[in-house]
């Protein structure tokens, strides 16, 4: 899913949106089914952290930004000292930095973090994913409660092209993906839900990969409304999706595996405290609770994600 959610989101892609964030598990991306991750304790062992002040990455896509700022306001309002690190870069990039200690915690999507500790996953399934996740994880690092949120990657299309080829899900896709231009992050090209997946599972080899940097976001939006390109890796939770009619594809053989935000961390400094602070973001976190805080950053009210995050998060109780 994500482009570091990628969303990927990239969006997220998560690359926005992505989004993402993300974040995937059988679940619709409405986020309204029962979190089966809801009741599993955190993972990573009993051991306490050192303490200190945390820093919180994200990836370089507005969801994942702004799940970075809710959380470190969360854990501020708890009283654990944290500020921010935004855009660090993909998912490549910044789970490097969970590892090395340069960023304590960041906010992912766990089908996609599954996939890239494990490229050899068959996991799709949230309960699935959320059993599997934890032990494929290297020393040191570890994730907490998921959130009933997600966010995944989707093949999306616009009205026009839905009708034009009578398509409804990526099955119908693959039947004229040779004359398709699939718009979405580089990284589309190697990792196993992108072009990969869709040889795999649909049979499906677009015509040309055009890659965007912004995970789904408005230069992605721009090309497909102008039929620069035909399809767009968009993620979910992204507001342009329902704000421009857009046609989100069905993916019947789940090639885009369930995304369930959750906080990635480094064990070294998260205490106990800190840990209860993002377990309760993540017991209350939905949807809907993204698609809103996407469309107040990213939409007409352009609101910054720290006050985006902090909005939200006085307005759920977590924050005053």
């Keep these: 899913m994500k482009e570091s959610r990628p969303r990927a989101l990239g969006r997220r892609a998560f690359g926005g949106l992505a989004a993402g964030v993300g974040l995937a598990l059988a679940l619709s991306a409405c986020g309204g089914s029962s979190n089966p991750l809801s009741s599993a304790p955190a993972t990573g062992g009993a051991s306490t952290g050192s303490g200190g002040a945390l820093v919180v990455g994200s990836a370089d896509f507005p969801e994942s930004q702004i799940m970075a700022e809710v959380y470190a306001g969360a854990l501020n309002a708890a009283g654990v000292t944290a500020s921010t690190k935004p855009n660090i870069g993909s998912r490549e990039v910044y789970f490097k930095a969970v590892q090395d200690g340069s960023v304590d915690v960041i906010p992912d999507y766990s089908g996609n973090l599954l996939l890239h500790v494990n490229k050899d996953a068959t996991e799709v399934s949230a309960e699935d994913i959320a059993k599997a996740l934890p032990a494929k994880l290297p020393d040191g690092l570890a994730v907490l409660d998921a959130s009933k949120a997600e966010d995944k990657d989707a093949m999306v299309v616009t009205k026009a092209t839905a009708e034009k080829y009578q398509l409804k899900s990526i099955e119908d896709l693959a039947k004229v993906c040779s004359e398709i231009v699939v718009g979405a992050p580089a990284t589309f090209a190697e990792r196993a839900y992108g072009l990969p997946g869709?040889?795999?599972?649909?049979?499906?080899?677009?015509?040309?990969?055009?890659?965007?940097?912004?995970?789904?976001?408005?230069?992605?939006?721009?090309?497909?409304?102008?039929?620069?390109?035909?399809?767009?890796d968009i993620f979910t939770t992204t507001p342009s999706i329902a704000d421009n009619d857009l046609v989100v594809l069905e993916d019947p053989k789940n090639n885009f595996i369930a995304q369930q935000v959750l906080p990635l961390y480094n064990k070294a400094k998260m205490?106990?405290?800190?840990?209860?602070?993002?377990?309760?973001?993540?017991?209350?976190?939905?949807?809907?609770?993204?698609?809103?805080?996407?469309?107040?950053?990213?939409?007409?009210?352009?609101?910054?994600?720290?006050?985006?995050?902090?909005?939200?998060?006085?307005?759920?109780?977590?924050?005053k």
């Design 198 to 232: 869709l040889k795999k599972n649909y049979n499906c080899v677009p015509k040309k990969l055009e890659p965007f940097s912004d995970g789904g976001g408005p230069l992605t939006l721009k090309a497909l409304l102008s039929d620069q390109v035909q399809v767009a």
């Design 271 to 319: 205490t106990d405290k800190a840990k209860d602070a993002l377990n309760a973001v993540s017991r209350i976190l939905t949807t809907d609770d993204l698609i809103n805080l996407n469309r107040a950053v990213s939409g007409t009210q352009k609101q910054n994600p720290k006050d985006a995050a902090a909005a939200w998060l006085k307005d759920k109780g977590l924050a």
